[in-house]
Structure formats: structure tokens, C-alpha cells
T-cell receptor, first 114, second 117 residues
Framework: DTAVSQTPKYLVTQMGNDKSIKCEQN?????MYWYKQDSKKFLKIMFS???????INETVPNRFSPKSPDKAHLNLHINSLELGDSAVYFC?????????????FGSGTRLTVV | AQKVTQAQTEISVVEKEDVTLDCVYE???????LFWYKQPPSGELVFLIR??????QNEISGRYSWNFQKSTSSFNFTITASQVVDSAVYFC??????????????FGKGTKLSVKP
């Protein structure tokens, strides 16, 4: 069983479209994250949710809207896609309260905006 | 502010050489966590190790070893007898303290390791 699964793995879309990336974790973790990896491989936090509550919201255009229907899911919706949104988006989860273990990452979604 | 610096952008070695990847971090927290991740060409992020700030013991796992030195704020990673399969981008990361446990991950810019046969 995949611990953190993201769909789709690849997403090619035109500028101006709206798209969503889904993420689910079956580890029972209480915190989920979205990271963006740009073309230079730099990884940066975008959002963090703990038990469905937003706890980190970095300087990200408000075209990006995360949604957490429950603590096992954190989806990312992007409106009015721009060329600069092309990147790999990673979902991750961790268990904050116990301080045990690391962060488990999904396999990434490669978004290409044309 | 928290920061992770991986000064080596790219390293190229020949198989069986030993290689050390450097990582220097900055934080004001007394409790923090340090990580190394491997990103092979296939793109996934593979967890290698997690260390908390109170545990300065070095760790060895097979050909991998880590040297954590709080005095120099460094958490270096050594691969002994490197193999072609070790070719990847390696990320060092720091986790802020959040409610007494690990918070968000702050990544260094990564070191691309190429191991040639």
C-alpha cells in the first residue's frame, strides 16, 4: 500500500485553466504539507495542515487554494494557471505530536503549463 | 531565521570513492530536527535519516554515515565506496520546532552527486 499517494503523476495543461492535485495518506498522520520543487530543484513549503486546520501558508499566490476535507486528505487547487506554475508538487505527511519518525513524501506531480 | 546551506552544488566521483556531502544549518531553536533525503533521477524523495538536536551521536547505516556537530552547526553525510546507484540529488533539511515536535521542513538547495563507473 502506498503511504502517501498523489494524483495525477503528470499534468499538462494550458495557461488560464484551473486544475487540482489530490493527496491522500494512510499513515494516520495528523499533519500534511504541500511543497513545490522548481526547475532548479529547490524545495519550498507552500502549505501545512494539522488535523484539517491550516497552520502554514507561505507567500503563495492566492490562485493556489488547499483543501483538507479530513486529516487523511489534502488537495491543491490552482486557478488561472500560469507558465511559472510549472513545477513538481510534492505532498507529504508527518505525525507532529509524538515527534517520532520523519516526513513521508508522495511521488510528486509534475505540472507543465503550456 | 532558519536556513540550510549545502555549498556543494554538484560533485562527481568515480565508483568506489568515498564522498562527503556538507550541510550547515542555522536556527535559533534549541530543539530541532535534521534530515537527509535522496532524490534519484526517478524523482521521488527518499528519507535517509532523522536526527534531533539532543542526539549528537554519529550514525552509520551500511555505506552511509552521518556526522552531526552542534558546535559547527553541521550535519554532514558520507557515502563510503560509492556506487553508480548512489547518483542522485541529496537534500539536507531542518525542521523547525512546532509544539515541542517537528514542524515544517526547510530544505537546502541540494547536492547533485554523480558516480561514474
Amino acid at each position: 500500500d502506498t503511504a502517501v499517494s498523489q494524483t495525477p503523476k503528470y499534468l499538462v495543461t494550458q495557461m488560464g485553466n484551473d486544475k487540482s492535485i489530490k493527496c491522500e495518506q494512510n499513515l494516520g498522520h495528523d499533519t500534511m504539507y504541500w511543497y513545490k520543487q522548481d526547475s532548479k530543484k529547490f524545495l519550498k513549503i507552500m502549505f501545512s495542515y494539522n488535523n484539517k486546520e491550516l497552520i502554514i501558508n507561505e507567500t503563495v499566490p492566492n490562485r493556489f487554494s488547499p483543501k483538507s476535507p479530513d486529516k487523511a486528505h489534502l488537495n491543491l487547487h490552482i486557478n488561472s494557471l500560469e507558465l511559472g506554475d510549472s513545477a513538481v508538487y510534492f505532498c507529504a505527511s508527518s505525525q507532529v505530536g509524538t515527534g517520532l519518525g520523519g516526513y513521508t513524501f508522495g511521488s510528486g506531480t509534475r505540472l507543465t503549463v503550456v | 531565521a532558519q536556513k540550510v546551506t549545502q555549498a556543494q552544488t554538484e560533485i562527481s566521483v568515480v565508483e568506489k570513492e568515498d564522498v562527503t556531502l556538507d550541510c550547515v544549518y542555522e536556527t535559533r531553536d534549541t530543539t530541532y530536527y535534521l534530515f537527509w533525503y535522496k532524490q534519484p533521477p526517478s524523482g521521488e524523495l527518499v528519507f535517509l535519516i532523522r536526527r534531533n538536536s539532543f542526539d549528537e551521536q554519529n550514525e552509520i547505516s551500511g555505506r552511509y554515515s552521518w556526522n552531526f556537530q552542534k558546535s559547527t552547526s553541521s550535519f554532514n553525510f558520507t557515502i563510503t565506496a560509492s556506487q553508480v546507484v548512489d547518483s542522485a540529488v541529496y537534500f539536507c533539511a531542518l525542521s523547525e520546532n512546532y509544539g515541542g515536535s517537528q514542524g515544517n521542513l526547510i530544505f537546502g538547495k541540494g547536492t547533485k552527486l554523480s558516480v561514474k563507473p
